[in-house]
């Protein structure tokens, strides 16, 4: 079957097909090939953060991950390879794989046209000293706190109108059509956190966003991501451009002063969002 789409950078061939929602690729990587070298230049990030899965036919790859750890591939390999992470080509061989899911959104900026683009709002939640919770609860507790907290945030989300994009490990990224819809579902998030005596950073912001199958990508998530890392516990932390869109939506905002967010030109504005109302139970 021929191609649908072809991918070259320097050190990868991706050719693939598309199967309904589900795209179905051959890549090649030559030898000296890395993501962060030869990919990371052409689509922006500081780590690939698609999904990856697979299988390798022959060759072998290594992939590092955000916490330093390494996991090792070869012929025959099945792989599941969450997102946040550095690939490259191990020995003198090509590697050869046959992938099933992260394609688009590992090839997105540059198979995807215009055509493509939406302008949305987008979420960005993460619970506060996670990672220190979940050593003093253990594995099994901890994975029951997360699953009753994600079960409360898709619930927000369907009563909000919202689009789960994906989890980001102890959050989760949505979009929505407009910013104030976004917000009251922040709000009921972290409502709803605190009564399990949780406590949710969140961010909320507008911009334009490529759409990659069920995935968004562009600067606009990298902003997004960037304002969340910026906000306290307990805090909806938005930029100006959300602050002007949902100013007369019965918000209050609060300034937070200029910051510098990292990999961002220039400084942002940034505001702390509250419900003017006493809202209702959720």
């Known amino acids: 079957m021929c191609p649908d789409q072809t991918l070259e950078f320097q050190g990868i061939k991706v050719q693939q097909v598309d199967v309904g929602d589900l795209t179905v690729g051959r890549i090649v990587t ?33 992939v590092v991950m955000r916490d330093g750890t390494t996991l090792q591939f070869g ?15 191990l020995g003198d061989e090509p590697c050869v794989q046959i992938e099933w899911s992260g394609l688009r959104a590992f090839s997105g900026f540059r198979l995807a046209g215009t055509h493509n683009r939406a302008l949305v709002t987008l979420l960005f939640t993460d619970l506060v000293d996670s990672t220190a919770m979940a050593k003093r609860l253990g594995d099994v507790a901890w994975r029951d706190v997360l699953s009753a907290h994600y079960e409360a945030t898709r619930a927000a989300l369907e009563r909000h109108h919202g689009h789960e994009v994906n989890t980001t490990g102890d959050g989760l990224l949505a979009t929505f059509d407009g910013p104030a819809a976004a917000l009251r579902c922040a709000a009921a998030v972290g409502r709803a956190a605190g009564r399990e005596g949780l406590q949710v950073r969140a961010s909320v912001h507008v911009g334009e966003v ?26 909806i932390l938005v930029s100006n451009t959300t602050r002007a869109l949902a100013g007369s939506a019965g918000f209050v905002f609060r300034p937070r002063g200029t910051h ?17 109302a006493e809202p209702k139970a959720d």
């Open 75 to 89: 012929p025959d390999d099945v792989f599941e390879i969450p997102p946040g992470h550095d690939g490259y080509t």
């Open 260 to 276: 510098v967010l990292k990999g961002l030109p220039g400084e942002w504005e940034l505001f702390a969002c509250f419900e003017e």
């Open 30 to 62: 030559q030898p000296g090939w890395r993501w962060s070298t030869h990919v990371r230049p052409h689509v922006g990030g500081d780590w690939c953060e698609a999904r990856h899965v697979g299988i390798v036919l022959s060759g072998r790859f290594e």
């Open 210 to 235: 490529q759409l990659v199958g069920t995935d968004v990508r562009g600067v606009a998530v990298h902003e997004a991501a960037r304002i969340l890392s910026a906000a306290a516990g307990d805090e």
